[in-house]
């Protein structure tokens, strides 16, 4: 990866990506481009120089002189500053998401992550052989519907100028999310969600790095966030819209198996301590660890989070 010299013309550079090379390569007409998406990763606004002395054509040469990535085809580290068309022109908040951290969906805070122990034995010793429950922050990857905990993102224009008692209008409201996960590592529920039963997401397709994009839309994934100041949200000073939670079912590979954890996991460096009910705890040399990310991404605004797990086994 490296930049591309702009300082002259404007410069398109231009791949394809692994799946579009081998549809191009089928010659089955499966290859046909229906949807884009521009990104200005590299660009920085505030070299807009108004007072520039030369004049108003002088005003934004800086950033259209700013050297540009070159094309490469990791979409995990690629257009993470998605660009969107809007049909009015008096949007001055765009939408936000932020993490939803009160009750059940609570991070690990002293680790700033999610744990997912990954198998019986695992979820057994944090709850002291089943005599207690998770604490938030803890998600039941065994047997997710197990457990109330989950993840959840908040919707909304985070403003103090914009009051909470009206929602966000809703050309602004996120309708569906792009649900990033590697799939070696885990899988996306509903928070009714169990390893036998409730609803689990189906991803729309994976890439040759094992991440599984799941597009997420409605129930039982998305819920409206009423408006009003004493509605409970991320979003504290502005409008609210929605709120999107999902649970994580481990792997079969990490429920069932050491290998990737021998191979790309790390023994535990602090204690997990779980305080819900007579819970258990992990002692730092008890167990394996691997971290990770789901992204997620509104589908509307390109507005993007990742969220860091932990995928956590007993040794």
């Not at 398109?12 to 799946?19: G, R, S």
């Not at 046909?32 to 108003?56: M, P, S, T």
């Not at 609803?199 to 890439?207: G, H, K, L, P, V």
């Not at 954890?261 to 790390?266: A, D, K, R, V």
């Amino acid at each position: 990866m490296g930049f591309l010299d702009n300082s002259g013309d404007i410069i398109l550079d231009a791949v394809t990506t692994t799946i579009g090379r081998a549809r191009a390569a089928a010659g089955n007409g499966t290859f046909n481009i229906k949807k884009f998406a521009l990104a200005d990763d590299e660009i920085n606004y505030e070299l807009y120089d108004i007072n520039n002395q030369n004049g108003n054509a002088y005003y934004d040469l800086q950033i259209l002189q700013t050297p540009v990535l070159e094309a490469f085809t990791n979409t995990a580290s690629t257009m993470r500053s998605k660009l969107v068309s809007m049909n009015r022109n008096n949007v001055l908040y765009m939408p936000i998401l932020k993490l939803f951290q009160l009750g059940a969906y609570a991070n690990y805070s002293s680790l700033n992550t999610y744990i997912i122990p990954v198998n019986k034995t695992t979820v057994l010793n944090l709850t002291n052989q089943g005599a207690g429950n998770l604490q938030p922050g803890i998600l039941n990857g065994n047997g997710p519907a197990s457990v109330a905990n989950a993840i959840a993102l908040d919707q909304g224009q985070e403003t103090p100028n914009l009051v909470p008692v009206i929602s966000i209008r809703d050309d602004l409201r996120e309708s569906a999310f792009l649900v990033e996960i590697d799939d070696r590592f885990g899988r996306i529920f509903s928070e009714s969600g169990g390893r036998s039963g409730g609803y689990a997401a189906t991803w729309s397709f994976r890439d040759d790095d094992n991440v599984a994009t799941y597009n997420l839309s409605g129930g039982p994934w998305i819920t409206n966030i009423d408006a009003g100041i004493d509605v409970e949200s991320s979003i504290e000073n502005g409008r609210r819209g929605v709120r999107l939670a999902f649970k994580i079912l481990a792997s079969t590979e990490l429920n069932s198996s050491v290998t990737l954890f021998n191979q790309i996991g790390t023994t535990g460096t602090t204690a997990i301590t779980n305080t819900a009910g007579n819970g258990g705890e992990l002692a730092a040399s008890e167990y394996k660890y691997i971290d990770s990310v789901v992204r997620v991404t509104g589908l509307y605004t390109g507005y993007r989070l990742d969220i860091p797990v932990r995928f956590v086994r007993s040794t």
